[in-house]
């Protein structure tokens, strides 16, 4: 029996116009106007003798038609991009694309993919690291690696590890006329920033010190180069813990305190639904667990 179905072009703009209630900012997470969406969504209502939103002056809101309708749509739409993901996989079944911020690749993900390449010689593995969230089926992306709160909207969430900061240095500032031996040291060195949420000025608080000045010293939006600049001996860097854990390990860098604060955000590997039917993304998934159980 033949199914019957709206006009299929118009789902996109209504799912995007329910999430947001927003015919603008659904125009802006399609890439079109806000008229487009407008008449798409008049042209389903329409098509199904309903009214799906009820129009205000500076907003939409959804009819209890169009919130029945919705959360239906979004999961039909759900199922047809994970659906897409896995037929896609056979056209690039030895290309891996994988998203993640530059720090976390440059101090964490690069240093190890050697031993993830040695057991998968047939993956071969295409890093993105623009900072800005993929969006999996345009731009191409297998799996992730974000740093937030974990509430990502239409993929799979799997929380990977917890993120700890505190300051770390090079070994040699341990030594010479000024060693830090206390955190009241601190104000003998030159502090090192980047754009992390928890800044010198909270740990500093959380250590009782309020003889340290914590705007001085260099800044960074990369956390790599942070880090980098903290192995060369150029100040105290408030090291976040999976970044600088490699450098921990081989001795570049030293945590000389105890004092640690937890971030509220997280790292989690992030994919699409049905994405692990594909072996490279199971196998870099579980690859990824493992790492980060390891240390």
């Excluded at 487009?36 to 042209?43: C, F, P």
């Excluded at 993120?163 to 040291?185: M, Q, T, W």
Aim: net charge neutral; charged share 25%; glycine share 8%.
């Amino acid at each position: 029996m033949a199914r019957r179905l709206p006009p299929l072009t118009t789902l996109p703009a209504f799912d995007a116009a329910a999430r947001h209630l927003s015919f603008t900012k659904a125009a802006a997470e399609l890439h079109v106007t806000h008229g487009a969406v407008s008449r798409a969504i008049r042209n389903l209502e329409e098509q199904l003798g309903t009214r799906l939103f009820e129009r205000g002056t500076r907003s939409v809101q959804l009819t209890p038609a169009g919130a029945a309708y919705a959360a239906d749509i979004g999961a039909a739409l759900d199922r047809i991009g994970a659906a897409t993901v896995a037929a896609a996989a056979p056209r690039s079944s030895g290309i891996l694309n994988v998203s993640t911020s530059d720090g976390f690749a440059g101090r964490w993900l690069v240093p190890r993919l050697n031993r993830f390449h040695r057991s998968h010689r047939d993956i071969d593995v295409r890093l993105s690291t623009s900072g800005l969230f993929a969006d999996f089926l345009r731009d191409g992306i297998d799996i992730a690696i974000r740093f937030g709160a974990g509430d990502y909207e239409g993929v799979v969430s799997e929380f990977l590890a917890d993120e700890e900061v505190f300051p770390v240095c090079s070994p040699e500032l341990a030594e010479g006329e000024h060693p830090l031996r206390s955190p009241a040291d601190l104000k003998f060195h030159r502090l090192i920033h980047d754009n992390f949420r928890i800044d010198w000025a909270t740990w500093l608080q959380a250590a009782g010190l309020d003889d340290v000045d914590p705007s001085g010293g260099l800044r960074f939006d990369s956390a790599a180069y942070a880090v980098e600049a903290a192995v060369h001996g150029e100040g105290v860097l408030l090291g976040r813990s999976a970044l600088v854990s490699a450098d921990l390990a081989a001795g570049r860098l030293i945590r000389p305190f105890d004092l640690g604060l937890k971030s509220r955000w997280k790292y989690y590997v992030v994919y699409p639904e049905g994405a692990l039917r594909q072996r490279k993304v199971r196998a870099f998934r579980d690859w990824l667990f493992s790492e980060m159980a390891e240390g």
